[in-house]
């Protein structure tokens, strides 16, 4: 069982959603993403989402777009994102590590021997956001062979016959993308993501992660309630440069971020932590 199912398995016994934050590897500095990472995780992050920068990000918002043109203008390249990681590995051994970016820097090295290091290095999942399932049937098993799940983007505008491919080919989780738009984007609307999470569960038994438009504790304990896994990304990188411009340390302003969203979550799902406390009894 990997990393990832792992810890899925854990949370649904415990009646909780996953906390996925994303951070830009390199941003706010080259160095300051291995210590921003274990913060996270002690104010309650169950997995984490390493961006990979790059300079063409299509499905990028604002914040994230200039945070991967931070991150790239102080030299950080796919190599410095794998060595993040094995950094990361050295004092947890346990929490999951996603990378999510685009196809293009994994072609450069060669997705054999990115493959090959991202498992070397304690990577658990991929996120290609420009590598569609009809372009993934060699890389997604090259993945699984390694022990690494491909991960997969769905949409409100996904079609049907796209959705089953996509249950048929990934594995770790599927990422719903909450709104038309790019990273960053308000506007989310609970109820219909609910109701989409409920027709895309028919083409896959995988745990559902819903990120875009997850902004503060509110949105995400409302998204916490029905989904298996809530992601936030451009919030957090937006507060993250902030604090460092403001001479404040980004791994202490990671975890103050991150705990009313860990307290909100929990609290949104209580009701039924309750239940299943009074039922082992």
């Given amino acids: 069982m990997s990393r990832i199912e792992t810890r899925f398995a854990h949370l649904r ?39 990979m920068p790059f300079s063409d990000p299509v499905a990028d918002g604002a914040v994230i777009q200039a945070a991967g043109e931070r991150a790239l ?13 094995r950094q990361f590995r050295d004092r947890d051994g346990e929490t999951p590590v996603i990378l999510m970016g685009y196809l293009n820097p994994v072609e ?20 290609l956001v420009d590598s569609p399932p009809e372009e993934s049937a060699e890389l997604a098993p090259r ?11 769905v949409a409100p ?19 719903y993308v909450s709104l038309k738009g790019v990273t960053g984007a308000g506007g989310l609307d609970a109820a219909a993501v609910a109701g989409s999470l409920d027709g895309l569960r028919r083409h896959t ?10 902004r503060d504790a509110q949105t995400a304990a409302a998204v916490g309630q029905f989904a298996d896994a809530v992601i936030i990304g451009s919030s957090l990188v937006a507060r993250l440069h902030e604090a460092a411009r403001n001479g404040q340390d980004p791994a202490e302003a990671a975890g103050e971020f991150m705990r009313p969203l860990r307290e909100a979550i929990d609290g949104a799902r209580g009701a039924d932590i309750a239940k299943k406390e009074m039922a082992q009894q």
């Fill in 157 to 175: 505008t996904t079609s049907e016959a796209r959705r089953a491919r996509i249950g048929q080919l990934a594995s770790g989780f599927v990422y």
């Fill in 73 to 85: 203008a102080a030299g950080q390249r796919l190599e410095d994102t794998l060595q993040a990681v």
């Fill in 108 to 127: 450069i090295m060669g997705s054999e021997r990115f493959v090959a290091a991202a498992a070397e290095a304690g990577v658990d999942g991929v996120l």
């Fill in 205 to 214: 038994d995988l745990p559902l992660g819903v990120g875009f438009g997850i």
């Fill in 13 to 51: 016994e415990a009646g909780r959603a996953a906390l996925v934050p994303y951070v830009m590897t390199g941003d706010p500095s080259p160095d300051s993403t291995v210590a921003i990472m274990h913060a996270l995780v002690s104010a309650g992050a169950d997995m984490v989402e390493l961006g």
């Fill in 143 to 153: 993945l699984r062979e390694a022990g690494l799940d491909m991960i997969f983007l």
